[in-house]
């Protein structure tokens, strides 16, 4: 029927519509707009970078659900138990809808994961803010991320 045949198609555009409003990055270009855009000193972006690259492949719309249940969010997989709003009713800190966090605007992943690394601090000391990441205290605490950087950043 032609009919149906138009919704197909429409059922289709709707699902590439929606798959475009991720990202997948590039450890560089990561790297890049941390620093451009959202200000941080290259000091914080290594380890952001770092942490992106092992939670989420640089993937913006990375989605990974928790043997416990919770559900980890985006590039830097922010959990909805704390940091985020979802159908899961969790505390919230962020005071943002998970959902926003699938997107390739970083503005609000990266306001949120600044937050985390204070809260940590706040309760486990100075320097441990990043340790909220499973994946820095594996794959970046004890890494020299100045080498694992040096393909960005040449001159530095
Ligand atoms: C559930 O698992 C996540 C990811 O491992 C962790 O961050 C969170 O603290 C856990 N929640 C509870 C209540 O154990
Ligand atoms: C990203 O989102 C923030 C607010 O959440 C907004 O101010 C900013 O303009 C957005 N950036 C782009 C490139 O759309």
């Not at 590039?26 to 959202?38: D, H, I, P, R």
């Amino acid at each position: 029927m032609r009919v149906l045949a138009w919704w197909r198609v429409l059922a289709v555009v709707a699902v590439l519509a929606g798959t475009c409003s991720g990202k997948v990055f590039t450890k560089c270009g990561l790297a890049s707009l941390l620093e451009k855009t959202y200000g941080l000193n290259r000091d914080v972006v290594k380890r952001f970078v770092c942490i992106a690259q092992y939670e989420s492949g640089f993937n913006t719309k990375a989605l990974n659900v928790n043997s416990n249940g919770s559900k980890d969010y985006g590039i830097f997989q922010l959990n909805n138990q704390y940091w985020c709003l979802d159908s899961r009713g969790g505390k919230n800190v962020c005071k943002m809808a998970c959902s926003n966090l699938l997107n390739d605007n970083l503005s609000d992943d990266v306001r949120c994961a600044r937050t985390i690394v204070r809260e940590t601090e706040s309760w486990k000391g100075k320097g441990t803010g990043f340790t909220a990441w499973a994946a820095y205290v594996t794959h970046c605490q004890n890494r020299n991320l100045d080498v694992y950087m040096s393909e960005c950043w040449r001159s530095g």
